[in-house]
């Protein structure tokens, strides 16, 4: 055992570059690499044990949520390893047979399930929220970091205002935010420029919580919020913003989400789309679906761009905000790891130890992901058009992001 444990391990740290080590339930250890562990790996039982060799990565991260598995050391560093380890491979018929049946069983064809799906996620409250991202915009999607950014507030400012350049939001235009969150694009967009906003968001409680704060700040006759599936376009707008909804449609509702996009906005009309998207079709990993996003789907670049091409959009420009991601993940991860006590005592039955240890695998790994520079995951930005624009209608370069 000792013999065959230390080339498994001396052959992982082969792949990963790390020096970590490995604990044993019946108390043997094993290190690999040189100087001192990055982290080490301690499995509490056999069954843990066996869990990580059937079932590759999602059995170890299981593991560690049920708390038979714990790490000490650099956790982040575990995570970034763990992606580069080659236990993906391990059990993946088995693992690729139950991402299928998950993503059956949680489909968003249905509006009720997609309302659920949402729900599961984005329904843990404004107080929840509200501890961990930017004060006071609360976005939860990537913000941008281009430099000499300081803090996580500047950089979500600083994305809504780049998303309105490259559309051209000006006074007076009415806009759709498709799962407008808890309306910081909005109330920005009004703030800074005088546009006139309408969300669509299929979450109850932040579609409560955002017709509240509007009301509260007197906005009524500005902005708006309407409860509803993302696929329901009931009006047609000049400018159509969508920040980290794409992800939700699901593989089967691609087509039907993108349609929406088109169907939202006005002929000669521009909108952004901003998602998380697979460098070529790829299949989403389990544990995000799982864990974390239930009927969640990342697509390629590619298919989108095919699915809008179908609907009559004109796509305009594309931008990789990848490494932005990684930067807005840290520090989310940061705060929510530093509020983590406070967040227990909002609700200690929801918020156990079993979601602290989902939570920050989730927000510490994806960062590893976007960080990676083999990652095939990315952030996208398509700038598009309802028709083809013209020189009058559309600069015919990029000046216009940047002279302000």
Request: hydrophobic share 40%.
């Amino acid at each position: 055992m000792l013999f065959s444990m230390q080339n498994i391990v001396d052959a992982m740290q082969t792949r990963t570059g790390m020096s970590f080590a490995i604990g044993l339930p019946d108390g043997s250890h094993y290190r690999a690499g040189p100087g001192e562990p990055a982290f080490t790996m301690l499995f509490r039982s056999d069954a843990a044990l066996l869990q990580a060799f059937t079932r590759g990565q999602i059995g170890l991260l299981e593991s560690y949520f049920d708390q038979s598995v714990d790490v000490e050391g650099d956790f982040g560093a575990a995570l970034a390893a763990g992606l580069l380890s080659g236990l993906d491979l391990h059990g993946k018929a088995l693992i690729t047979m139950e991402n299928g049946l998950h993503e059956l069983r949680y489909s968003n064809h249905s509006p009720a399930q997609a309302k659920a799906n949402a729900r599961a996620h984005y329904g843990l409250g404004e107080a929840f929220y509200r501890l961990w991202l930017d004060e006071p915009l609360m976005m939860y999607t990537c913000g941008y970091w281009f430099e000499g950014t300081q803090t996580l507030e500047q950089a979500q400012q600083r994305k809504i205002d780049h998303v309105c350049r490259k559309i051209r939001l000006a006074r007076g235009e009415r806009f759709v935010d498709i799962g407008c969150g808890f309306g910081g694009f909005m109330f920005r967009a009004w703030e800074t420029l005088g546009a006139i906003g309408t969300g669509i968001n299929t979450t109850t409680e932040q579609v409560d919580w955002l017709r509240s704060e509007i009301t509260r700040r007197g906005l009524d006759n500005k902005l708006s919020v309407r409860e509803a599936d993302f696929r329901a376009a009931d009006a047609q707008y000049d400018k159509v913003v969508s920040i980290g909804v794409l992800e939700h449609a699901g593989r089967d509702q691609l087509a039907a989400v993108i349609q929406a996009h088109a169907d939202f906005l006005k002929p000669g009309g521009l909108g952004l789309l901003h998602f998380i998207g697979h460098v070529g079709p790829r299949e989403t990993d389990l544990f995000i679906r799982k864990h974390v996003f239930p009927g969640g789907w990342i697509p390629g670049l590619s298919e989108v761009v095919v699915e809008m091409e179908r609907c009559g959009l004109e796509v305009l420009d594309i931008e990789n905000l990848r490494r932005h991601y990684a930067l807005t993940l840290d520090e989310w991860a940061r705060r929510f790891e530093a509020q983590w006590e406070t967040i227990r005592a909002l609700d200690p039955q929801r918020f156990d130890e079993r979601f602290y240890r989902v939570w920050r695998t989730y927000l510490i790994g994806c960062a590893e992901m976007f960080r990676s520079p083999g990652g095939y995951t990315h952030l996208f930005q398509i700038v598009f058009s309802k028709g083809n624009v013209t020189p009058a209608s559309f600069p015919m370069s990029r000046a216009y992001l940047y002279d302000a």
